[in-house]
Each structure stands twice: as C-alpha cells, then as structure tokens.
C-alpha cells in the first residue's frame, strides 16, 4: 500500500492517480499472487519443509558461538566468541580427523573414481547385447542396499570367527586373518566397498556418454586400420573426457564428505584412531555426549570448507567444460 | 589378417571372463547370505564351508518372525516406505509442478532458496536440535518429515513437469478447475510413469532409513529395521537390556546366531530385490538426468 502512494506521488502530484487499467508494481504482483493463490498453496508444503528443517537448523548455528544450555535456548545461551573453534583448532583430535578424512577420500579418488571408467569400457567393448546386459544387472544391484545391509555380508564374508574368507583359510590350513578390526586395513577396506556398492551404478553415466559416440566414427577408425587399443584411445575415451573431468572436479568439491554411515557401522575400537572423521566425530561428541554448541563448531567448519570447495570446483568445471553443471 | 583375428578373440574372451568374474563378486556374498540363511543349525556347525546347503531349513525366519521387536521394526519400515514416499512425492510435486509454472511471481526466489540448501548443509546437530524443539524425537515422524524432499528431488521434478505445456492446464482451467485441480486431475495421472519413478527411489530411501533413526531414535520399540538389523549383527544376545526390554534370542538356542544374522539380512534384502527390476527399468534415465544437464 505504502509502496504504491509513493510511486503515484512521485509521478506527478498534480494529476489524479490514474484508476485501475494501469496498476502499479505492487499492484500487479498483488493481484498475480491472489490469480495464482492454489498454485503457491501446492508449494506452501514444500516451502514450510525447506523453512523448517534446511533454514531454521542454518540460524541455530549460531549457537557454534554460545555455551549452549536446553534451558536458555538458541538465542539465550551465553555468548563466548570463537571459543571452540579455538577449542577445536588446538585440539589433537583435528589433526587425526583431516588426516582420516583425506587419507579415505584421496584413496577414493585414486582407485574408486576411475573403476566405472575401466568397467564402463568393457562393458562396452561386450559384443552379446544379452550378456552385457546380464553384467549391468548383477552390477547395479548393491547401490541400492543400504549400508547396514553391505556391513552385515562384509561381516559375513570377513569377520575372524565366522566370515567365509576365515574359514577357508581355515579349510587351507593357514590360520586366520582379522581383516575388519585391524587398523592397517581400514581404508583400504572402506575403498574396497565402496567400489562393490557403487562402481556398476557410476558405469551408467559414462555409458551414456559413450552410447553418444557416432558408430561412423568407429567404422573409419576400422577402415583406416586402427586396433582395439586405438579405437578406445582415440575415440572412446575423447568422447567421455567431459564426464571424467566434470565429475572428478566435483568430486574435489567433496573430499571433506566421506559419509557418514559407511566409517560409523565399520568402526570397532582398536580402529577408532584411523576411522574417526568430522561426521561420525560431530555425533559421538554432539548428540551422543551432548556438547551441541563445540560440535556445532566443528559442524560449521567443516560446512564452510565444503562450500568453498564446491563452489571453486564449480568455478573450475565452467573453465573446463562446456556444458554448465546446474 | 589372421593373427589380428586371434587376438580379437581372446581379447573378447579374456574381457568377457573378467566381466564374469566382476558379476560374480556382486551377486556372490547375497547368495552366500541367502543359502545359509536357510541352512541347518546341525549342519551349520558340522561343516565348516557350506556353498550349498544339504539340509534346508526354515527355523531361522520363523524364529525371527516370532519376536515381537523384529515384526514391529519391519512394520514401521513399511510405514515409511508406504506413507513417506506419498507425502514425500506430494511435497515434491506440488512444489516442483508450481515452480515450473512460468507464470508463477516469485518462482526464481523460491527456486534460489531450494537451491542454496544445495550448497551449504549446517550440519547435523543443527538439524536434531529443530527435530527435538519440535517434539518428534522418538516419534516416526521424525525419519520422514525431515527427509520428505530435497533441492535434487525438487529440481528433477521441475525438470519434468516443465515438459508439461501450458495449453493442457488452460483447457481444464477453462472447465472450471484451479489450479490445485489441475495438479490433482490431470497433471499427477498423466506423470505417472515418472511419479512410479520418483516413488520407487523415495521407496527405497525410506526403507534404508538407518543414520536419521540413529539420531531421533532412542526407543527400540520405535526402530525401523535397518537400526534393528545393524544391532543384530553386532551382538544378538545382549540385546534387550534397554528400555524396550524383550529382545532376547535364546541363546541355548535352536538356531545359531549367525544364521538368524543371515535371515535377518534376507529379510531387509528382499524389498529391495522385488523392485529392483522396476527400479532397472527407470533409473538409467533418472541417473542420467542426476548428474550431467543436457
């Protein structure tokens, strides 16, 4: 109301107000917003679900700043500056978490990024249409267990007492192996599931971008005598070099998340010292012993170090790629 | 000529034969779970490698389905693999189909909100201090109101009904529907196909439910399964000594540990398997559209 007597009187105090034909800004969004009244109740859900549990969580963490007490509130505690950050920063626990944190994610880069490359082009490379098919749907199956599910057959198939793999080493006569409670293993059996659950899922992506190929392409490479070996060098993997790149950039985005669930259901305690990352950290200490404002600062960092990170990778994969990420 | 043919050959055998391998490792520790899962306490223990059972047994499922912890943390599963993945498709959709009306004011501020959370995620005690100020820890609500959508669902969704053209929607306007009308009467039936989609992942998310349980849940007799299941396999004996009390397996038992471990894992694998086929059939599109814009 306001914002439409002043645009009326700056437009000329001497002529009356011109009546309804020409309505003001404000005006028409008025009358759009009651047109559209039923449309924005079918977002009015969604937009009280983004409000409650995406924006309210964002202005609680300002208790990363306070002593947070349940009684006095988000916006009573007492404040006490960068306190925990400080706490945080000093503390040796830090240094074990970065290192856990880019240990996993490094080895993840290095062997779990490029495994649905190397089995996506032999997929590809399977003449029988039914056999490959047949491969693609063993493949994809574990993406959609869940982690508890991938820890209970790990277990089954490793654990000392009663995994598969014990006993028939058992069978063979040469003792057994604690696989999931040694400390020297740990990573490298967090990579290896990783790529069980998820390398036939990440083949889809970079099939698509193969299936995009031209078959000319492949038909005067054959003409112009070129090998298997040439073909994929020259013509497939040219073909997925913008997938690879978009999505190892966005994966640079993601090294501070190396998931929660996964390092929480396999952590037992003589590896605690090599699994603990912010995640599972910010619970045990957070929820579980309840030092909410400390834990909402570590949560905060680790957030800020994310955002930077996607943002810059997204900065990097626009340099990079032609085609734009969202 | 012929050399070159050779060596076509064997690369196609030795490709073929690693793939065989690759298969074979996926599918092999659920078959390994699955067949001693039904395999007999005697022969259990008698044998030390059993790749295929001589005695078939059901005793671990009915032992498992006979206690009442077990039967109720499948059934709150199911709840939220039924009533979630409604409310979280009707969420979605209302959203997604309003923001992808063009004409819609304010649809770019609201898209820029959805899509900030996309960005930044404040963590997680953050979000369990709004879900207990709220008063749903312990409640089964609180595995699904905090995970009905998200930036990503909301803006495939978008991504779908912008498809939809406008003409449709001005013929049933003109028949004297509104808007929410439309959305109900015409837009939902004829997205079908892709709400079938959505739902099956939603589906398929909810019955995962493991780490929001972890955090809002206290009470055993509010676990869904998959809380359930990881404290089976850490220790089936000694549960029970909690508040829900009556989690007791007999340990002198009929039936060994590990196999009820096994058949509890069927048990939790076997929703997943039944819709895994549908599931094929829609996500080769969804995971495409997930992660490279055309």
Not at chain 1, 95 to 116: D, K, Q, V
Not at chain 1, 160 to 166: D, I, V
Not at chain 2, 1 to 20: A, D, E, R, S, Y
Request: aromatic share 14%; hydrophobic share 50%; glycine share 8%.
């Amino acid at each position: 109301m306001k914002a439409q007597e002043t645009v009326q009187s700056a437009k000329g105090s001497g002529s009356p107000p011109i009546p309804a034909k020409s309505k003001t800004k404000w005006g028409r969004i008025r009358s759009d917003v009651a047109r559209d009244k039923y449309l924005y109740m079918l977002a009015l859900p969604g937009l009280i679900f983004f409000i409650i549990f995406k924006y309210i969580p964002i202005t609680n963490l300002v208790i990363a700043f306070q002593e947070y007490s349940p009684y006095f509130g988000v916006f009573g505690s007492p404040w006490v500056g960068f306190e925990h950050f400080a706490r945080f920063f000093s503390n040796d626990d830090f240094w074990m978490l970065l290192r856990n944190t880019l240990a996993i994610s490094f080895l993840s880069l290095i062997f779990f990024f490029p495994a649905p490359i190397i089995l996506a082009l032999m997929l590809n490379e399977v003449r029988s249409s039914f056999y490959k098919r047949t491969i693609q749907s063993l493949v994809y199956i574990p993406h959609f267990l869940s982690w508890v599910l991938i820890y209970g057959l790990t277990y089954l198939m490793f654990s000392q007492s009663e995994g598969l793999f014990n006993k028939w080493l058992v069978t063979m006569d040469w003792g057994t192996v604690d696989i999931l409670s040694n400390p020297n293993y740990f990573w490298g059996m967090l990579t290896a599931q990783s790529i069980w659950k998820e390398v036939g899922w990440g083949t889809i992506i970079f099939l698509a971008a193969i299936a995009g190929v031209d078959p000319q392409l492949y038909e005067a490479a054959v003409m112009d005598g070129a090998g298997r070996r040439r073909r994929i060098w020259h013509i497939t993997l040219p073909a997925m070099r913008n997938v690879i790149l978009i999505l190892l950039i966005l994966r640079l985005g993601t090294i501070m998340d190396t998931g929660f669930e996964q390092i929480y259901l396999m952590m037992n305690a003589p590896v605690t010292n090599v699994a603990e990352v912010f995640d599972t950290y910010v619970y045990r200490v957070g929820i579980r012993q309840g030092e909410f404002s400390y834990s909402t600062a570590i949560g905060l960092f680790k957030s800020i170090v994310g955002v930077i990170l996607v943002v810059s990778a997204n900065r990097l994969a626009r340099r990079y790629g032609q085609e734009s990420l969202y | 000529m012929h050399q070159k043919g050779w060596k076509t050959g064997l690369f196609g055998f030795v490709n073929n034969g690693l793939l065989l391998i690759i298969g074979l490792a996926t599918i092999f520790p659920i078959y390994y779970t699955v067949i001693l899962s039904f395999t007999d306490p005697v022969e259990y223990y008698q044998r030390s490698l059993i790749l295929w059972p001589r005695d078939w047994t059901l005793d671990a499922y009915k032992h498992l389905l006979s206690n009442g912890l077990f039967v109720t943390s499948i059934s709150i599963s199911v709840f939220l693999a039924t009533v979630g993945t409604m409310l979280s498709l009707l969420v979605t959709g209302g959203m997604a189909y309003a923001v992808s009306r063009k004409r819609l004011r304010f649809r770019k501020a609201i898209m820029i909100m959805v899509l900030i959370t996309f960005l930044f995620t404040p963590g997680l005690v953050p979000l369990y201090l709004v879900v207990r100020n709220v008063g749903l820890i312990d409640s089964v609500w609180s595995l699904i109101l905090p995970s009905l959508t998200s930036a990503w669902y909301v803006l495939l969704m978008k991504g779908f009904f912008d498809s939809i053209p406008d003409s449709l929607e001005e013929a049933a306007m003109i028949d004297g529907s509104n808007d929410i009308g439309v959305f109900w009467r015409i837009i939902l039936p004829l997205s079908l196909p892709a709400l079938v989609a959505f739902g099956l992942f939603f589906a398929v998310g909810y019955w995962n439910t493991y780490f929001n349980a972890l955090m809002f849940i206290n009470d055993q007799k509010m676990w869904p399964l998959q809380v359930l299941l990881q404290n089976m396999l850490v220790d089936p004996t000694t549960m029970g000594s909690g508040s829900g009390g009556g989690f007791a397996f007999q340990v002198n038992r009929p039936v060994p540990t590990e196999t009820l471990k096994m058949a509890a894992v069927v048990i939790a694998t076997v929703p997943i398997m039944l819709v895994y086929p549908f599931l094929q059939k829609h996500f080769a599109k969804g995971a495409m559209v997930g992660s490279v814009k055309e």
